[in-house]
T-cell receptor, first 114, second 113 residues
């Protein structure tokens, strides 16, 4: 079974720009969650999508948004980038989500904002 | 907001020594999961504990869930260099409306050969 695929692996953007990250979950997994990982704050939950609906959201500003398509693939968008948005963005798929089943993480997208 | 505290933040051991990391929540948890992240890698699921007082073993790794379902531990016996990485616990709040896992900040383990 193929794992979770995230693209791109690396991104360098300038302050004020926007960025879109993509995630393809494991086949059969309908839940996709996004996390931001930084050395200081650890793994912080952004949002979870299940069957194209956002059913959970973390404490991030509205500049962070996402969506899920009918094939369960998900995208995350960050608008008006700030220096503090530099981080590793991890996508994780799971069978049923809501913290009740294991998360399978992708390799992440390393975003650098200059 | 709700937090899951994990200690210690760092642990340096000699190969062959034991290692333990602890996870504590002020709120009862429905379940707790443990993940390992190798340097440069992504978190990989290790185990999920659900029942009060549950103990599970995976070779040299022993996982425990406290009786009150507010704390958990991961113990590694006779560490090896392959155990290097950061170990995260992630708890699901009991009865929480959010329904998302809250991750501890992790314990970074280094093993000196």
């Amino acid at each position: 079974k193929a794992g979770v695929t995230q693209t791109p692996r690396y991104l360098i953007k300038t302050r004020g720009q926007q960025v879109t990250l993509s995630c393809s979950p494991i086949s059969g997994h309908r839940s996709v969650s996004w996390y931001q990982q930084t050395p200081g704050q650890g793994l912080q939950f952004l949002f979870e999508y299940f069957s194209e609906t956002q059913r959970n959201k973390g404490n991030f500003p509205g500049r962070f948004s996402g969506r899920q398509f009918s094939n369960s693939r998900s995208e995350m968008n960050v608008s008006t980038l700030e220096l503090g948005d530099s981080a590793l963005y991890l996508c994780a798929s799971s069978l049923i989500g809501r913290g009740n089943s294991p998360l399978h993480f992708g390799n992440g997208t390393r975003l650098t904002v200059t | 907001g709700q937090q899951v505290m994990q200690i210690p933040q760092y642990q340096h051991v000699q190969e062959g020594e034991d290692f333990t990391t602890y996870c504590n929540s002020s709120t009862t948890l429905s379940n707790i999961q443990w993940y390992k992240q190798r340097p440069g890698g992504h978190p990989v699921f290790l185990i999920q504990l659900v029942k009060s007082g549950e103990v599970k073993k995976q070779k040299r790794l022993t996982f425990q869930f406290g009786e009150a379902k507010k704390n958990s531990s991961l113990h590694i016996t006779a560490t090896q260099t392959t155990d290097v990485g950061t170990y995260f616990c992630a708890g699901l709040l009991y009865g929480g409306s959010q329904g998302n896992l809250i991750f501890g900040k992790g314990t970074k383990l280094s093993v000196k050969p």
